[in-house]
């Protein structure tokens, strides 16, 4: 939501950034209450209709197994023929001539309610998807056949509401609408199908090679175990790894190729994410493929509609996508936004100010916000949005969550640690293969008298070798072994957690420096823009 909430404010602003005004209405404008309560009971009505089609109508099937489907196509008729009848009583609608201006938007009630009847195919898929539980591919023939039948039909029934029947012309031109339809219909098929093609010998070149693991193996080897250079690598090799890939071989290759490189190298480094937010991080670049050129499958298909260039379109898409990019990396460094360990007021207060950080980092990278920003504007709402998005950065800065102190007082910080917390251990060891790692591991504290009964209970026992701890056991299917310690290795360093300041507070400095932005800004507001624009 929060990515699809900052593409539409990123339009906004192109707009503005052009100097475009929008287009005269036809009609008076509701109130902005009345508009939004209209917009809630159209959410409502929606969600009444997705009930009544899997619970309403999902009876039928157990209830008449072999004539289920003669019976929902004989329902689905008469409601169409009903919402014939309602689009009868509005004037035909005139097809516009694309080369004419357009001087002024249309009636939105007239034209919803000349063409509801094309909802009808969406209820065949949500049916066949969701209660016949057909594949996807035949579920989207059945409801191209239900709309192959309104088009055969619309026409005849049309003009017999409206006392204009002429029977034998009006189904030819509703074969006609057929035909035409299927003709550019298959135009606009001839560049996917030839980009999805092409992708799919990048696709096969990709998994027959095994370049895929090896690419995996690179990060490793540029990132040199800087955490955002293991990010960033990683968002790239998912780009490539997408390219035309459908959605569930996208998540299943991305997630199995280089979700493991994060938690791995992460781990080595002192990253320690839950892993759904490592998953949600690659596929999110994974799923960004889909515009990127110059595969795009989706950018093709965008301008086969809209008519563009398909390659421009990509570009334009993947730098706009770039904008929303951000969010990902906030999956890895404020898991709070996956919404983990989170109740309902507290969440909503994340979606809040995460959807104004967003929108603020568009502003910033678009250059304009609410007028066009100076180069020092732009740098202060790039902190502000880092701020709204992160507070725990800078608190971490001005209180540290942790405090180091040396391994063989471990048994001590343990017993300061009170039960429910976690103490951060960085361990030196051996792989499976036997090759010297250091990672951090993250150790739950429980309940105990003193701090060998709490280490006790998460499965760890030591001994001391001169200045050195080394773990000297592991319980089973313990804390400590679910954390990855084992026998052997020894602790290099001891992190206990210390109380700290609440990190919202960084949000009043934020906002202040927000304020300053907006009242530097609305001095300029309205000015004439200067220099050459583009859309």
């Known amino acids: 939501m929060i990515s699809y909430i900052a593409l539409v404010y990123i339009v906004h602003l192109e707009a503005l950034k052009a100097g475009m005004q929008g287009l005269p209405r036809a009609y008076t404008p509701k109130p902005i209450v009345q508009r939004l309560i209209g917009m809630a009971f159209a959410i409502a009505a929606i969600c009444v209709l997705s009930f009544v089609v899997y619970y309403g109508m999902g009876w039928v099937r157990p209830a ?33 001539d694309p080369n004419d201006e357009v001087t002024a938007l249309p009636m939105p009630g007239p034209t919803a309610r000349s063409g509801l009847h094309f909802i009808l195919p969406v209820v065949v898929l949500v049916w066949a998807l969701m209660v016949d539980r057909l594949s996807p591919g035949l579920s989207a023939f059945w409801a191209s056949a239900y709309m192959i039948f309104i088009l055969l039909t619309q026409r005849p029934l049309m003009a017999i509401f409206r006392g204009e029947s002429k029977l034998a012309s009006d189904i030819k031109d509703g074969f006609l609408d057929l035909i035409d339809g299927l003709v550019t219909g298959a135009r606009n098929m001839i560049g996917i199908g030839i980009a999805t093609a092409t992708a799919g010998i990048i696709v096969g070149a990709v998994s027959q090679t095994g370049v895929g693991s090896a690419l995996a193996d690179v990060v490793e080897v540029l990132s040199g175990g800087n955490i955002l ?98 969010l990902p990396f906030l999956f890895i460094f404020n898991t709070e936004l996956l919404l983990i360990n989170v109740g309902w007021g507290q969440g909503i207060f994340v979606f809040v100010v995460a959807t104004v950080a967003m929108l603020l980092f568009a502003a910033a990278t678009q250059g304009w916000f609410l007028a066009k920003n100076r180069f020092y504007e732009t740098i202060a709402l790039l902190l502000v949005a880092f701020t709204l998005f992160r507070p725990g950065f800078w608190m971490d800065m001005v209180s540290p969550p942790y405090d180091e102190v040396a391994p063989t007082e471990i048994t001590q910080a343990a017993a300061d640690t009170l039960p429910g917390n976690d103490l951060r251990l960085r361990v030196a060891g051996v792989n499976d293969l036997g090759d010297p790692i250091e990672f951090v591991a993250i150790l739950p504290i429980g309940e105990g008298a003193t701090g060998e009964e709490k280490l006790e209970a998460a499965g760890l026992l ?12 592991v319980g089973f299917d313990s804390a400590a072994q679910n954390a990855g310690l084992d026998w052997d290795q020894e602790v290099l360093r001891v992190l206990k957690p210390v109380s ?9 400095p934020a906002l202040l420096l927000l304020a300053l932005v907006v009242f530097l800004q609305r001095g300029r507001n309205g000015r004439p823009v200067r220099g050459p624009q583009t859309a």
């Open 229 to 326: 250079a293991i990010l960033a690598l990683t968002a790239v090799l998912s780009l490539i790894l997408g390219m035309g890939l459908p959605t569930t071989a996208n998540y299943i290759v991305v997630s199995a190729l280089l979700a493991p490189v994060i938690v791995t190298l992460g781990q080595q480094n002192g990253l320690i994410v839950p892993l759904i937010a490592v998953h949600l991080f690659v596929f999110y670049f994974g799923i960004m493929a889909d515009v990127t050129p110059p595969v795009g499958l989706a950018s093709f298909a965008a301008a086969a509609v809209s008519g563009g260039d398909p390659i421009k379109t990509g570009v334009v898409a993947f730098f706009y996508s770039l904008r929303t990019a951000a």
């Open 500 to 508: 700290q300041p609440t990190k919202y507070i960084m949000f009043i």
């Open 64 to 96: 008449f197994p072999e004539t289920a489907s003669y019976i929902i196509f004989a329902f689905l008729t008469i409601v169409y023929v009903a919402l014939l009848y309602v689009a009868s009583k509005e004037e035909p609608l005139k097809l516009d």
């Open 462 to 473: 030591f001994r001391e070798d001169g200045d050195k701890m080394i773990i000297d056991d």
